[in-house]
């Protein structure tokens, strides 16, 4: 029965045994060769750990399959989220999204809601007025999650003279200081998770929200149907999943001019907004100020890691790796003399086949080292120990990107098309310091990364820079990075009070029409 086999495929995978999944998936399609679900869900696991050896094979075959569904009108057995990380081509993943978007608006139509009314469309600000935007986050992730280590002190930093902040939690407590972070610091704070998705978006719209944001996305825990039901004037689509929802309901994506370049916009579904230097938050300078302390820095032999070696890193989840890459690294490691690659088991099922993969290349054992995941604090600063960060193109370090600077290690990052590979290359430039870590192709990349590692002067003298930056640099500036955030939504709302469509526009930090209407 090829539907058992990939349910217990499902099952092992959710609970991470890869292998039992990835053997329960081949036995569903030799029971079942045309079984789209199964041969998108195998891909996917086989993305996990690494197992490459009939990728190009399985891409065609997934392509092939997705093309013939979205003809059809059926919903693509690829998800969004992982489409991101995916070779495929930009407007195909544009296409998924759209799928899955429609998908939501036929979830939200059998709540048979009639349409909601909005608040009226009144500048803020002027003509005896003197009132609030009204801003809705709605979020499964306020938790123990990249989502709230990063945008945790953002609810509570809002000016409060001209922006009420309204926190719709999809998911209950869970007790972490990161929870407790966002609720007493947030002006208010709603756990919806027991209420039904036409309920929650009932309370939006009685709470008069002007600008609903959107931090899930394509991930799991979302709830897009509430914004398919359309509760609040302006919908955005921010940080949560780094691509296109391709959703006709949601009106703009809040990005940055290098992450989505105007060139680029045939992509998007959103109208895009350009914040100044980087769209992607941190909460480091509140939160991971001790990881600075000179008194409490790691040592490498804490991590058994070679003192006498140059040692590149790359802490990324094993998923966002590919054989192209690989082949890089390992070029890499063979042009730099008493070199090695520091990686994670992220899964640890991924390690056995990286080595074997490295073995292949001409590489020593010994230039691969595994560590296992670590809590945010540790990673933070053991991230120092290693000399260079090696990004992945397909999908960029983000919420890793971050914290490999914030830590004072400089990278080294390939941005191509889709938004996902080009976040890391943004966070660089925030820095200052950023030019110098971004290749424009795979060749240059390479020889990025062996000049610095052979020049250590040169090196040095970057991450020396780098550090310096942190304190004064926008990247890790939150507060600056709000005010900007706040300007852009009331550009929303002054085009919408004036009566015009949503349309692309960049913020400037000099915004004169902020907060009030021109």
């Known amino acids: 029965m090829a539907e058992a086999h990939a349910n217990l495929a499902l099952a092992y995978k959710d609970s991470g045994h890869m292998e039992a999944a990835i053997k329960s998936y081949k036995q569903a399609l030799m029971l079942r060769p045309d079984f789209p679900e199964v041969t998108c869900n195998l891909l996917h696991t086989l993305q996990c750990v690494c197992n490459w050896d009939d990728r190009k094979k399985l891409f065609i075959e997934v392509e092939g399959i997705l093309r013939r569904q979205i003809k059809m009108s ?38 048979s809601l009639p349409p909601f009314r909005h608040p009226s469309p009144l500048p803020i600000k002027g003509e005896g007025r003197n009132g609030r935007l009204r801003v809705g986050y709605v979020s499964s992730d306020f938790g123990n999650h990249p989502l709230s280590h990063l945008m945790g002190s953002v609810f509570g930093m809002h000016d409060r003279g001209n922006v009420e902040v309204f926190c719709y939690a999809l998911s209950p407590n869970d007790g972490t200081e990161w929870r407790l972070r966002i609720q007493s610091e947030a002006e208010h704070f709603l756990d919806v998770s027991p209420m039904s998705s036409d309920m929650i978006a009932r309370l939006i719209n009685e709470d008069q929200i002007q600008i609903l944001i959107n931090l899930n996305g ?21 940080m949560g999943f780094p691509g296109t929802t391709g959703a006709t309901y949601i009106h703009y994506l809040v990005t940055d001019e290098f992450v989505s370049p105007m060139q680029y916009s045939l992509i998007y579904s959103e109208k895009l907004v350009h914040l100044p230097h980087c769209y992607f938050v941190n909460d480091y300078k509140q939160k991971n100020q001790d990881v600075l302390d000179p008194n409490c820095q790691h040592k490498r032999s804490d991590y058994g890691l070679p ?13 966002k790796m590919d054989p192209e890459i690989f082949i890089t690294w390992c070029n890499i490691l063979k042009r730099v003399p008493n070199s090695a ?25 010994d230039q691969i080292i595994f560590t296992d995941v670590a809590m945010k604090q540790e990673h933070i600063r053991r991230s120092a120990l290693a000399d260079l960060f090696l990004d992945t193109p397909l999908c960029n370090a983000h919420t890793t990107g971050t914290d490999i600077l914030w830590a004072g290690l400089p990278m080294v990052t390939l941005p191509l098309e889709k938004m996902a590979t080009r976040v890391a290359g943004s966070l660089c430039l925030a820095t ?29 003298d970057l991450t020396n820079r780098l550090k310096a930056a942190r304190l004064t640099c926008p990247l890790f500036d939150t507060a600056r990075w709000v005010r900007n955030l706040e300007r852009s939504y009331f550009k929303m709302w002054n085009l919408y009070c004036s009566g015009q469509h949503p349309q692309p526009f960049k913020v400037n930090e000099s915004d004169s029409e902020f907060p009030f209407d021109r």
Not at 76 to 104: G, N, T
Not at 229 to 235: V, W
Not at 307 to 316: G, V
Not at 341 to 350: I, Q
Request: charge should be positive.
């Open 74 to 111: 059926a919903i693509p057995s690829v998800q969004p989220f992982h489409a991101i990380a995916y070779p495929l081509d930009p407007m195909l993943a544009l296409e998924i999204s759209r799928k899955y978007a429609a998908h939501c608006s036929v979830i939200a139509s059998r709540y």
């Open 307 to 319: 003192e006498d070696k140059f040692i590149f890193a790359c802490f990324n989840q094993l998923y």
């Open 218 to 238: 394509y991930t799991k825990g979302a709830r897009n149907e509430i914004f398919a039901m359309q509760p609040a004037p302006i919908l955005v689509s921010y």
């Open 341 to 365: 690659l520091w990686l994670l088991r992220f899964p640890a099922a991924g390690e056995m086949r990286l080595r074997a993969y490295a073995a292949a290349q001409g590489v020593q054992r």
């Open 432 to 460: 200052g310091v950023g030019e110098e870590m971004i290749a424009s192709g795979m060749k240059e990349y390479e020889e990025k990364a062996v000049s610095l590692a052979l020049n250590r002067t040169k090196l040095q």
